[in-house]
């Protein structure tokens, strides 16, 4: 990310802004490596509220002093939880669940994929109707689903390759248990939960109420109103 300015989503009104970043003076420095941190902040230009992040790098000089230039990690550190989805439309029990997991990945990337493995789970077995011996075995079914389009399938499918799932026998089996994690598995995971929440349950209620509204607007005319397509 370039230290002046990037697309985000703004963790509090869910829009993606371009924030032009703000920086401190680079401190922990690894002078015989020329690394160093930093500290990036701006208001969300849109919704007016406070964005701080955190980055670590290759130092560089730009716009008159020292800033980190190749970040090699980054994240938002306020407010806390900028992953988090509105609870809009999802269940509370699975909304619940993903909570926790944003809650405890910054702590415990194992404790998080676990949760999401089962969160990941009770949506094919509970919205799907899929209900196999192993995760394997269930996503596979799930992907092959005519409905599911391509760019759902594909996450999902990816869950079991990152994780190795169909060789690892807990993570298959025993979804909620708790155990080493691959590079970006958790953090893959909390975004394949957050795609399939949006396609399962947010979009089809958005629909729904845009439908019910243009059925209102059709009434008032006298036309009839347009069929579900259930």
């Known amino acids: 990310m370039p230290f002046y300015e990037s697309t985000i989503k703004c963790p509090y009104c869910f829009k993606d802004p371009l924030i032009h970043w703000k920086t401190t003076e680079l401190f922990e420095e690894d002078r015989e490596n020329d690394l160093a941190k930093q500290i990036y902040y701006n208001e969300c230009p849109i919704c007016r509220k406070l964005i701080v992040g955190v980055q670590y790098g290759q130092k560089g000089w730009a716009f008159g002093k020292h800033?980190?230039?190749?970040?090699?990690?980054?994240?938002?550190?306020?407010?806390?939880?900028?992953?988090?989805?509105?609870?809009?439309?999802?269940?509370e029990n699975l909304y619940g669940e993903y909570k926790e997991s944003i809650d405890v990945l910054p702590v415990s990337r194992k404790s998080s994929a676990a949760?999401?493995?089962?969160?990941?789970?009770?949506?094919?077995?509970?919205?799907?109707?899929?209900?196999?011996?192993?995760?394997?075995?269930?996503?596979?079914?799930?992907?092959?689903?005519?409905?599911?389009?391509?760019?759902?399938?594909?996450?999902?499918?990816?869950v079991r390759w990152i994780g190795n799932i169909a060789a690892h026998p807990l993570k298959n089996s025993e979804t909620g248990v708790v155990v080493d994690v691959e590079d970006g598995e958790a953090e893959w995971l909390v975004e394949v939960i957050e795609a399939l929440f949006d396609f399962t349950f947010v979009q089809p209620k958005k629909l729904e109420a845009r439908r019910n509204d243009l059925n209102e607007k059709l009434a008032s005319l006298g036309k009839p109103k347009l069929k579900s397509g259930k």
Do not use: C, G, W
Request: no cysteine.
């Open 67 to 91: 800033n980190v230039d190749t970040p090699i990690f980054e994240e938002i550190v306020y407010p806390q939880y900028s992953r988090t989805m509105k609870p809009d439309y999802i269940p």
């Open 115 to 158: 949760m999401s493995r089962r969160i990941l789970q009770n949506i094919i077995r509970e919205h799907y109707a899929i209900s196999e011996r192993t995760l394997d075995a269930e996503i596979h079914k799930f992907i092959s689903l005519p409905s599911i389009p391509t760019y759902i399938s594909d996450a999902v499918d990816a």
